[in-house]
């Protein structure tokens, strides 16, 4: 996750699930739902993705009494290889362009991320502390459609765990740092 100018945001991942997988988190509904904003305690509601070239995506991302409006336009549309959208927060200046490439890398999926048009550089580095969050929670929505785990945020870790549920997080924790390289 590096490689990064003032007004590019680069990331690379490894998820466990083949790429038709991650492009079913990453263009329905019900699971972007599960990621979109996740990163800063938003949830986004009301989301509507009309997947084709020329086609508009918006959503309602809510946190508390704090509302952001968030659209674009799907520029290229391949499904489980290309995906190249606008991104834009309504009554702002903040028009962005995000293009995800999906590539079959044994069992799993490499993603190789590209935001671009950031208005300034502190937007930039927000969306690259919030991107690799969204990035986590999109594998862990991939685990649950395997039956592991859930599809939301896991919620604080209780105190005391048993050996199996050790074994569990730490077997986790091991795929998602090997997943993050």
Same mark, same amino acid.
């Given at each position: ?11 690379? $991942? ?10 079913? =988190? ?13 990163s ?21 991302? =809510? ?11 799907? $520029?290229? =549309? ?13 009554g ?26 950031? +208005?300034?550089?502190q ?8 991107? +690799? ?26 105190? $005391?765990?048993?050996? =199996? ?10 795929l ?6």
């Open positions: 996750m590096d490689d990064n100018s003032a007004n590019a945001l680069r990331l690379t $991942h490894r998820f466990a699930g083949p790429p038709a997988l991650v492009w079913t =988190v990453w263009t329905r509904p019900e699971l972007i739902r599960s990621w979109f904003g996740s800063h305690g938003f949830r986004a509601h009301d989301i509507a993705v009309d997947l084709r070239p020329g086609g508009n995506w918006s959503l309602r991302n =809510v946190k508390g009494a704090l509302t952001e409006d968030v659209s674009g336009t799907y $520029h290229e =549309v391949e499904p489980d290889r290309r995906l190249v959208y606008s991104y834009h927060f309504a702002t200046g903040f028009f962005s362009v995000i293009s995800v490439e999906l590539t079959a890398e044994g069992d799993g999926t490499r993603l190789h991320f590209l935001q671009t048009g950031f +208005p300034d550089a937007a930039r580095i927000e969306h690259e502390r919030g991107w +690799p969050q969204a990035i986590r929670v999109m594998g862990e929505a991939l685990l649950a459609m395997h039956g592991i785990g859930t599809l939301w945020p896991a919620l604080p870790e209780p105190r $005391h765990l048993d050996g =199996v549920a050790r074994d569990l997080e730490a077997a986790r924790d091991r998602f740092a090997e997943n993050a390289k």
